[in-house]
């Protein structure tokens, strides 16, 4: 992820240098790591894609919402686990911090470096999250 991150550099704006990715990283990873965590392992050998354009990021994972989270509720805080030993296992391997947490997290930290919000879309078969360039 951090091979394909650029980060503009202004030095004439302010008395000091500041430096701004044109995606946060720790948005980038929060979003595969749940496409990781929460993608069906069940009838399918999909891969999780991620696919960086000019202006965006995509990242799709194979399964559409599971348990209690609907299309409906989807990106509202509800909460489930279709793999929860993969979960259990990434939490105590320190991908995943907090359960619940990589939604809000990967809102905040684009909001902060200037980026558009996240467009979330979901199926039955699939769950993708664009992330847009900041501009």
Known sequence: LTVNISTAVDFTSGNRETRAPDY???????????AVMHRS???????VRITWFADRVEVVSP?????????????TGATDYRNPTLAE?????GYVQR???GI????KT???????APEFETTRSHVAVTLRRRS
């Open 24 to 34: 946060p990283l720790v948005a980038l990873q929060q979003v595969v790591r749940n």
């Open 63 to 75: 399964g559409g919402p599971y348990g209690v989270v609907s299309q409906d509720n989807f990106a």
């Open 89 to 93: 296992f990434m939490r105590g391997l």
């Open 99 to 101: 359960f619940g947490a």
């Open 41 to 47: 392992y069940e009838n399918t050998n999909a891969p």
């Open 104 to 107: 809000p997290l990967t809102r």
């Open 110 to 116: 684009l909001r902060d470096n200037g980026n558009p």
